[in-house]
């Protein structure tokens, strides 16, 4: 790790809630922090908003802007259960609250028109694919030949949300190009996410998702992120790149090796020298910045060896998507906690300081989860605006 990184200062953390927090202690909160906080700690939800169970990425959510930042917040759950924060509504939009403090202001999604359609075959379209915020999202096959083994991830939820009825196995290239451009011009998607689950050939999955985007991106014009498991042969990612696809996110999710063995052992079997193989090649392949890795906090890493491999990551065009552990019901995680503000906003706050002298930055994403930034807290770090104290209002 070099000084720049170990240099930077570790944010105090500001005086905690209860009493103090109305007497004075927001001054020193701005909305980066405020956001942090209700990513942990999740929101009360007084009003009817769009909510994502179950599956990957956005996963037991409510998802909303707080005073325009994408932010996806744990709502209904244990965490949210004991929450200080609640959404309300008011004569014109929503507010985050804290008891009769209001603190931001907000907008919530409705339940996007497209989930209403049918294929001709009958499929739901809800069935194909989501939308997070703006972006179309679907996750194309929804297994993965580690679940179920000793190899399976133990963040990971592909397998609930099919075993829930809610989604469809293997969706194709047609079923995802007509409900993109249904999602599109009924709903407003600016760019389309597509996952899957890691395959047993030897491109991992990467050439059926690639296809998948080629579609989508030829039926709705929509810029296209595909994610996948570093292939065997580097040389499929070129094969993705002639397909047209945007950008490309292949998830190490931890940078601690010995967390990664503990919670991602065929992760780990590939090996993270082979992770940045595949980054070094993709990002030959498509441009500083539009190749990404989840960096997941809150499972029992090293933040040390978290900083040192996300620098290593920013030095050779990888955008670092790092997001607080949020753990999904059903998966081997589902009874872990989620990582306390106090813990994520120092590592946030040195990691964007990195990227901010890398000139690394949130806007250079084509599409994907760099792009919306909705399940980070990094975003809002990036903008002078969330750097000022939050204007504090009583509920009349
Ligand atoms: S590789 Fe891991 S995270 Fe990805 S789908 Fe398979 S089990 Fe889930």
């Given at each position: 790790m070099t000084a720049l990184i170990d240099d930077y200062p570790v944010l105090v953390e500001p005086p905690e809630a209860d009493g103090r927090f109305l007497a004075g202690?927001?001054?020193?909160?701005?909305l980066s922090t405020l956001i942090m906080d209700i990513q942990a700690r999740g929101m009360h939800v007084e009003v009817e908003m769009e909510r994502r169970s179950g599956g990957?990425?956005?996963?037991d959510s409510g998802m909303m802007w707080i005073e325009g930042f994408p932010v996806t917040v744990p709502t209904g759950n244990d965490v949210a259960a004991t929450s200080p924060y609640t959404l309300r509504g008011e004569d014109e939009g929503y507010g985050v609250y804290r008891g009769e403090v209001r603190l931001a202001s907000a907008r919530a999604e409705r339940r996007?028109?497209?989930?209403?359609l049918k294929t001709a075959?009958?499929?739901?379209?809800e069935a194909i694919a989501l939308l997070h915020l703006d972006s179309f999202a679907s996750?194309?096959?929804?297994?993965?030949?580690?679940?179920?083994?000793?190899?399976?991830?133990?963040?990971?939820?592909i397998g609930v949300s099919l075993s829930s009825g809610r989604t469809i196995v293997k969706k194709t290239p047609e079923m995802l190009a007509e409900v993109s451009v249904a999602a599109v011009e009924l709903?407003?998607?600016v760019d389309a996410t597509l996952t899957t689950g890691s395959s047993k050939g030897v491109d991992r999955g990467a050439r059926y998702v690639a296809r998948c985007g080629q579609a989508v991106k030829e039926a709705s014009g929509l810029p296209v992120q595909v994610q996948f498991e570093p292939?065997?042969?580097?040389d499929i990612i070129n094969e993705v790149g002639d397909m047209g696809v945007d950008s490309v996110g292949i998830h190490?999710?931890?940078?601690?090796p010995d967390v990664l063995a503990r919670v991602a052992p065929g992760k780990a079997r590939i090996g993270m020298d082979a992770y940045f193989a595949a980054w070094e090649r993709a990002v030959d392949v498509?441009?500083?910045?539009q190749v990404s890795t989840y960096v997941i906090l809150?499972?029992?890493?090293?933040p040390d060896l978290t900083l040192e491999g996300v620098q290593r990551a920013v030095d050779i065009g990888?955008?670092?998507?790092v997001v607080p552990l949020k753990p999904v019901a059903g998966?081997?995680?589902?009874?872990w906690p989620s990582p306390p503000r106090a813990y994520v906003e120092p590592i946030y706050r040195r990691v964007q300081a990195y990227m901010a002298l890398k000139g690394m930055?949130?806007?250079?994403?084509?599409?994907?989860c760099a792009r919306c930034?909705?399940?980070?807290?990094?975003q809002s770090l990036e903008?002078?605006?969330?750097a000022v104290p939050l204007t504090l209002t009583v509920r009349p």
């Open positions: 202690a927001p001054a020193a909160w701005d990957a990425g956005p996963t996007p028109r497209f989930y209403d075959d009958g499929v739901p379209y996750t194309v096959v929804q297994t993965c030949t580690y679940w179920n083994t000793s190899d399976q991830c133990t963040f990971c939820g709903d407003g998607a292939p065997a042969k580097l190490i999710e931890t940078f601690d498509f441009g500083y910045g809150g499972m029992g890493e090293d990888v955008y670092p998507f998966s081997l995680m589902e009874h930055h949130s806007g250079i994403a084509k599409a994907g930034q909705a399940c980070s807290g990094l903008s002078s605006s969330t």
